[in-house]
C-alpha cells in the first residue's frame, strides 16, 4: 500500500535504487550461540576499549571486558558465557587485525543484576545523570550503522539546547529489514526508549521518520504512539539516503545543518530506532548492548531471514543458518547495498554496527569498465550534499588537496549515489573517500 | 601622402608615450633577485621534481643562495656533481652525500603469495589499502597497482606483469623519492647506491611472528635472526620480529643471504655464487686448456 500525496522528503538530490525488501515479512528469529565468539575491542568511532579480562578467565553474559577509556569510546561487554582463550589481534572485515577477546561458549549464564523477562517494564525512575550513566557503561552505540558512541551525542555542548529529538526508523537501504522488523516487533519498548532519551535530552517532542514503504510499521507505531505523548510518526517519501542525519534533519524540520556542524546546532539529535531500544534495555533491564537483529539476505540466498544475533558470533554461522553459502556468490557485503563493506574473509565476527549481511552473485558484484567522464553533471544532480563528484575524483587523484578542501569534500556523506548513477562507471566514492581522509590529515597537522 | 605620415607620426607618438610610461613603472616596481639565482638554477637538472623538498629546481635555487650553508640541502638527482658545482658558486661548501637509489622491499609474486580475494575497485594502491588488506592476506606487502610507476618522472620504475610487483631500473633512478611518498605500505625505501650498484636487503617488512607470516607469503622474514648472528659488521638491525640490513653500515660480504631460510634477503647484481665443486671443476677445465694451448703451441 502505498499513499500517493505529497509526502515530507529532503529536496536536494538522492535516488531511488530497486528495494529487495525480501526479509519484510519474515519475524525475527533468535539464532542458536555458536562454538566461540570473537569479540573485537574497537567496534566504534573513537579510542578502542582495553581489555580488563585476561587469559583463563570465566566471563558470563553481560560482563564487562573491554573498558572504555577517554571521552569518545565505549565498553565491551561479553554476549556470551565461558573461558576467555585468546587476547590477541585478529582480523576484522577489511583484513586489518584489530585487538580482540576469543570466548569459548560454556552454558548460557547471565549477570545476576540483568532482568531476563521480556515483560515490558513503561516508567521511568532514575534520573537523567543515572540514565547517562548507565547509556556509557552499557556500551551502547548508533546502532544504524556508524557505531559512535551513544552517551557522547547525549551529553550536549555548553549554551547549545535541543528543541527536538528525531528518531530515524528510514532504513532506506535496499534489501536491509532489521529495522522495519524491530519497529513492527518491539514497538512498545522502542517508545520506552524514545522517552528515555527525552528525558535525558529534557525535549518535549520526538518525531519518528519511517519511509513509505513500512506502511505496515507506520501503522502499528502511530496506533502505539497515541499512547506516548509527545511522540509523533511522520511518513516519508522513498528516496535514498535519506537515512542519513542531515537529509533527516530536512525532511522533518526544514531546517538545514550547516557544513561541518552538528544536528545539535540546529537544535535537533537524531537516534536510530535500534539504538532507542538497546537505550531500553540498558536502563529498564540493567541489559548491556550483546545483540542486535541482524538481516541477512540475498537473492540466491535459500532462507533470508532477520536474526537475533549475539556479538562476535562468526559471519559464517549466521550464512549458515540462512541456508548456506550458495556457489555463484561473488561478493559478501557487511552493511546495505549502496554504503557496505565487502568481507574480505568469512571468518570475521558480527559487530555493533553491522545492520546487515547481503550475498550477492558473482553477475552482480562486477564492476563495468571505466571509461572518461562524458560531463553530463549527473553526479552533480544526485549529490544530496549539493557536491560536484565528477571534480572532486581528479583533484583527490592530482593530490590537490587545498582546492578539495574549499570544494567542501568534507561534507560527502559517502553515500554512493555519484557512482551509482554514473554512466561511464566511474569510481567517483572510492576516490572522495580517499580525498576526504587526505584532507583531515591536512587539518590535523593544522592544528 | 600626408595622411599617412600623419598615421605614422600619431602612431609612434603613442609608441613612445606608452614606453616612458612602461619604463617609469619597471623602474618604480623594480624586483631586485640576487643574480646568482639563474646561474644556480642552470646548474641544477630542471627536472622539477621535488626530490629536494622544494617545488622546483627555481625554489632550491633560492633556498641554495640565501641559507648560510648546504648542509640540509642536496638535489638527489644532480648529485653530488651538482652540489659541487653549486658550492663553487655559492663559494659555500657542500656536504659529502652518497648517492642513494630505491629498492623495493616485497617479494611477495604471484607465486610466492597466494592471492585470496579478487579486487576489482578503482585501480589505485592507497585506494585499495584505506579500503582493505588487499587481494592477499598480507596486510603490508605491495598492492601491485601502479602507484609508484605513475608518479615517477623518469621512467625508472615498471610494473612487472609476471610477478606483479614493480622493478626499479637502477641506472635511471635519481632517488627522488617520490615513489616513496605514493605508497601507501612504506614498502619503497632508499638505499646507498653501491658500486655496480650492487645492492642486499631483507626484501619483506612484515612485523608478524614467523609462523603467521609463512601463512600468507612464503617468501616473509620470520625474525629468526640468523642473518643477525652472522653478520660481521652490524649492519642487521633486529625487532618486531623483522630484520632489517642498514644499507650504510653492509659491507657487501653476501654471508647472510643463504642464511635466509626463506629466501627472503636478496642479492642484486651480483655474479652467481661459485660453489666448491663449480672450483673445482673450473681449475681442471682451465688446465685442460693449459695443456691444449701448450700443445697447439708444440
Known amino acids: ?447 | 601622402m600626408s595622411s599617412i605620415l600623419i598615421t605614422i607620426l600619431f602612431l609612434s607618438s603613442i609608441g613612445i608615450v606608452a614606453a616612458i610610461i612602461l619604463y617609469l613603472f619597471a623602474q618604480k616596481f623594480k624586483v631586485l633577485e640576487n643574480p646568482i639565482i639563474y646561474d644556480v638554477e642552470d646548474a641544477l637538472p630542471a627536472a622539477n621534481c621535488g626530490g629536494c623538498g622544494y617545488p622546483g629546481c627555481r625554489n632550491f635555487a633560492e633556498a641554495c643562495v640565501n641559507s648560510d650553508s648546504l648542509d640540509d640541502l642536496y638535489c638527489p638527482v644532480g648529485g653530488q656533481e651538482t652540489m659541487d658545482i653549486v658550492a663553487n658558486l655559492l663559494g659555500k661548501e657542500a656536504k659529502q652525500t652518497d648517492p642513494r637509489v630505491a629498492v623495493i622491499r616485497c617479494s611477495g609474486s604471484f607465486k610466492n603469495r597466494p592471492r585470496t580475494n579478487h579486487y576489482d575497485g578503482a585501480s589505485s594502491c592507497a585506494v585499495a589499502s584505506a579500503l582493505y588488506v588487499g587481494d592477499t592476506d598480507c596486510p603490508v606487502g605491495c598492492l601491485n597497482m601502479d602507484d609508484c610507476v605513475e608518479v615517477c618522472e623518469f621512467e625508472a620504475i615498471y610494473m612487472n606483469r609476471k610477478t606483479g610487483l614493480p622493478v626499479v631500473i637502477d641506472e635511471k633512478c635519481t632517488a627522488c623519492g617520490a615513489c616513496v611518498k605514493a605508497c601507501p605500505r612504506d614498502i619503497i625505501e632508499l638505499r646507498k647506491r653501491n658500486k655496480k650498484d650492487r645492492q642486499i636487503f631483507v626484501s619483506c617488512i612484515n612485523k608478524e611472528k614467523g609462523g603467521i607470516a609463512t601463512k600468507y607469503c612464503s617468501v616473509a622474514c620470520i625474525g629468526c635472526t640468523k642473518c643477525f648472528k652472522v653478520c660481521e659488521f652490524e649492519a642487521i638491525i633486529m625487532g618486531n620480529n623483522l630484520a632489517f640490513i642498514d644499507s650504510d653500515m653492509c659491507a657487501l660480504c653476501r654471508r647472510c643471504v643463504p642464511e635466509c631460510p626463506t629466501d627472503a634477503i636478496l642479492e642484486i647484481n651480483f655474479q652467481p655464487v661459485r660453489t666448491k665443486t663449480d672450483k673445482e671443476n673450473k681449475t681442471a677445465s682451465d688446465k685442460i686448456s693449459e695443456k691444449v694451448k701448450a700443445d697447439i703451441k708444440e
Open chain 1, 1 to 447: 500500500m502505498r499513499i500517493n500525496q505529497a509526502l515530507k522528503t529532503y529536496k536536494r538530490g538522492g535516488i531511488h535504487p530497486a528495494e529487495y525488501k525480501l526479509t519484510d515479512k519474515s519475524p525475527v528469529q533468535i539464532l542458536p550461540l555458536p562454538e566461540q565468539v570473537t569479540i573485537l575491542l574497537s567496534q566504534h568511532i573513537g579510542v578502542p576499549a582495553i581489555p580488563v579480562v585476561s587469559k583463563g578467565d570465566t566471563v558470563k553474559v553481560g560482563q564487562l571486558i573491554g573498558h572504555g577509556k577517554g571521552f569518545v569510546s565505549a565498553n565491551i561487554h561479553s554476549s556470551v558465557s565461558g573461558k576467555v582463550v585468546k587476547i590477541d589481534s585478529l582480523p576484522d572485515l577489511t583484513g586489518y587485525k584489530k585487538p580482540a577477546v576469543v570466548i569459548e561458549v560454556e552454558g548460557d549464564e547471565w549477570e545476576e543484576n540483568i532482568i531476563q523477562s521480556t515483560d515490558l517494564k513503561e516508567d521511568i525512575t532514575l534520573s537523567e545523570d543515572e540514565i547517562l550513566e548507565k547509556i556509557r557503561e552499557s556500551g551502547i552505540v548508533g546502532l544504524g550503522g556508524a557505531a559512535f558512541p551513544s552517551h557522547v551525542k547525549l551529553i550536549l555542548p555548553k549554551n547549545k539546547k535541543a528543541e527536538a529529538l528525531i528518531i530515524n526508523g528510514v532504513e532506506c537501504e535496499p534489501y536491509l529489514t532489521s529495522d522495519h522488523r524491530l519497529m513492527l516487533e518491539y514497538g512498545e519498548e522502542m517508545m520506552v526508549g524514545i522517552r528515555i532519551l527525552m528525558k535525558v535530552l529534557n525535549v518535549r517532542k520526538a518525531m519518528i521518520g519511517i519511509e513509505n514503504n513500512k506502511a505496515d510499521a507506520i501503522y502499528h507505531l502511530t496506533d502505539i504512539a497515541s499512547k506516548f505523548p509527545g511522540i509523533e510518526v511522520y511518513p516519508l517519501k522513498v528516496k535514498y539516503p535519506q537515512g542519513s542525519e542531515k537529509q533527516l534533519i530536512k525532511a522533518l524540520t526544514g531546517r538545514e545543518v550547516p557544513s561541518l556542524k552538528l544536528p545539535v546546532d540546529v537544535g535537533v539529535i537524531v537516534h536510530n530506532v535500534s539504538t532507542a531500544y538497546a537505550i531500553y534495555e540498558a536502563v529498564q533491564k540493567n541489559k548491556p548492548l550483546i545483540n542486535r537483529i541482524i538481516t541477512v539476505s540475498g537473492k540466491s540466498l535459500k532462507k533470508p531471514s532477520n536474526f537475533v544475533v549475539r556479538i562476535g558470533t562468526p559471519i559464517q554461522f549466521l550464512i549458515e543458518a540462512a541456508g548456506g553459502l550458495p556457489e555463484n556468490t561473488g561478493k559478501v557485503i557487511s552493511g546495505g547495498l549502496m554504503m557496505g563493506k565487502a568481507f574480505n574473509s568469512l571468518d570475521v565476527p558480527v559487530i555493533k554496527g553491522m545492520s546487515g549481511i547481503l550475498v550477492l552473485p558473482e553477475d552482480e558484484t562486477k564492476r563495468k569498465t571505466i571509461e572518461p567522464c562524458i560531463r553530463c553533471s549527473k553526479c552533480v544532480t544526485v549529490c544530496p550534499m549539493g557536491l560536484e563528484p565528477y571534480l572532486l575524483m581528479p583533484l583527490t587523484q592530482d593530490g590537490n588537496f587545498y582546492r578539495l578542501e574549499k570544494e567542501m569534500v568534507l561534507d560527502c556523506l559517502e553515500c554512493g549515489s555519484c557512482s551509482y548513477i554514473c554512466p561511464a562507471n566511474r569510481p567517483l566514492l572510492d576516490y572522495i573517500r580517499l580525498g576526504k581522509t587526505d584532507v583531515n590529515k591536512i587539518i590535523r597537522e593544522r592544528r
